[in-house]
């Protein structure tokens, strides 16, 4: 039985933390490693000092495996303490998850990816601009989206292509 133990929220913070090592002109970031940013993001995010060093871990892995570079099975680790209660309601089941408290943003997204993986396969993934490292979660109809960002990314690789096709050669 596969269980989809997370909400928006969640996929939300998911698809926040993998981006949090974007490339800045060239440059790759890592804003959680960032004595000034990190603890603006902890705070955005609602997740606490305690969490960092088990999320910087999840981040690291979770973008391995979205990439394809490291298999499923080396997220076990995180999860190793981790359980979820359910829990029976007049309108169903609410499920809880017990972790210890330094370990909870781990697990949360973990969880949101692998509900991701059950309900919306193959609509994370990274950037088709092979210049930036983010990644986007495709919640188009037909599962058609290829950049981060229309805006950034999807507006470069449109102007290279048009000027791909446009240029002269002599």
């Known amino acids: 039985m596969e269980l989809a133990a997370a909400d928006r929220g969640d996929q939300d913070l998911l698809l926040d933390l993998l981006n949090t090592t974007p490339l800045v002109e060239g440059v790759p970031m890592d804003v959680l490693a960032d004595p000034a940013q990190a603890p603006t993001w902890l705070h ?11 999320l910087v871990a999840a981040r690291d892995l979770l973008q391995a495996v979205v990439r394809g570079t490291a298999a499923a ?39 949101a990816w692998d509900a991701l993986r059950i309900n919306s396969p ?35 690789m449109k102007a290279r292509r048009h000027y791909e096709r446009t240029k002269t050669t002599p």
């Open 73 to 111: 099975d080396t997220l076990g680790p995180l999860l190793r303490k981790a359980a979820l209660r359910a829990t029976a309601t007049t309108a169903g089941l609410s499920w809880d998850l017990d972790v210890e408290d330094a370990e909870r943003g781990a697990v949360r997204v973990v969880l």
């Open 44 to 54: 955005e995010h609602g997740v606490s000092e305690v969490e960092l060093d088990a």
């Open 122 to 156: 193959g609509r994370l993934r990274t950037c088709a601009n092979h210049e930036c490292r983010r990644f986007l979660i495709d919640r188009s109809k037909p599962n058609t989206a290829r950049w981060c960002s229309m805006a950034t990314c999807g507006n470069r």
